[in-house]
């Protein structure tokens, strides 16, 4: 099934395959660009010899582009895993947004990327869990999309998944359950299966979830992974 966002600017990138084992799209990775500019991106994830590309890219006034069809394997995710599958390439759709991590995302790019995704992930049938950031699969090299991106904002349109936001009673949770082991295998139940090291596996859910956090592994930790019965 050959896809298209229907008012997207086609300008097509040679960088794509077919996807393997016939697989179809079943996750959404988001990427920040990390370039001067939109057009930059779009000049970089056109060249053959780069060896990049993306689905879409969206600039930071909401122009759209799509490089490659939906139907077939980008490369833009890398080596990763997530829900213990990897091959993210052949499992997802790619979209890059212009912006360097270190500012806001503006109100006419996230909201393109709304309307994007609502698309996407009906034509694919794509839950909010599927929805990812580049760091979410890949947590000991990529720091993509960003502290700055809005996630909230896209789980309160059932675009992204929702963390267990504001949950309370987080003094009641019993001291010996705040341990790495814990920590991991609730990580893993909401898809972060990738062999990283403990601080690395902290640092990537907080980076989603809970960016201003530091320190230690606290209670407030285990909130975005559903876990919020164990605080009485």
């Not at 990738?194 to 606290?218: I, W």
């Amino acid at each position: 099934m050959a896809a298209r966002a229907h008012d997207a600017i086609w300008h097509p990138s040679p960088n794509f395959t077919a996807r393997r084992d016939e697989l179809t799209p079943c996750l959404v990775v988001l990427h920040y660009t990390a370039m001067q500019s939109a057009k930059a991106a779009l000049e970089r994830l056109c060249d053959p010899t780069a060896e990049v590309s993306a689905h879409y890219l969206i600039g930071r006034d909401g122009t759209l582009w799509q490089m490659v069809e939906e139907d077939q394997r980008a490369w833009h995710a890398g080596a990763g895993e997530w829900c213990g599958q990897q091959d993210i390439n052949s499992r997802s759709i790619g979209i890059e947004l212009d912006n360097g991590g270190d500012h806001p995302f503006s109100e006419p790019q996230m909201a393109r990327l709304e309307q994007l995704l609502a698309g996407t992930m009906q034509r694919w049938s794509i839950p909010p869990d599927g929805v990812i950031g580049h760091s979410d699969m890949a947590p000991d090299r990529k720091f993509d999309p960003g502290a700055r991106f809005d996630w909230a904002r896209l789980a309160r349109q059932g675009l992204a998944r929702h963390g267990a936001e504001g949950a309370g009673g987080h003094g009641l949770m019993e001291p010996e359950m705040l341990d790495a082991a814990r920590f991991r295998a609730y990580a893993r139940d909401i898809g972060y299966t990738a062999p990283v090291d403990d601080l690395t596996l902290l640092s990537a859910v907080r980076l989603r979830y809970r960016p201003q956090a530091k320190g230690p592994l606290c209670a407030e930790d285990f909130a975005p992974l559903g876990q919020a019965e164990l605080w009485g």
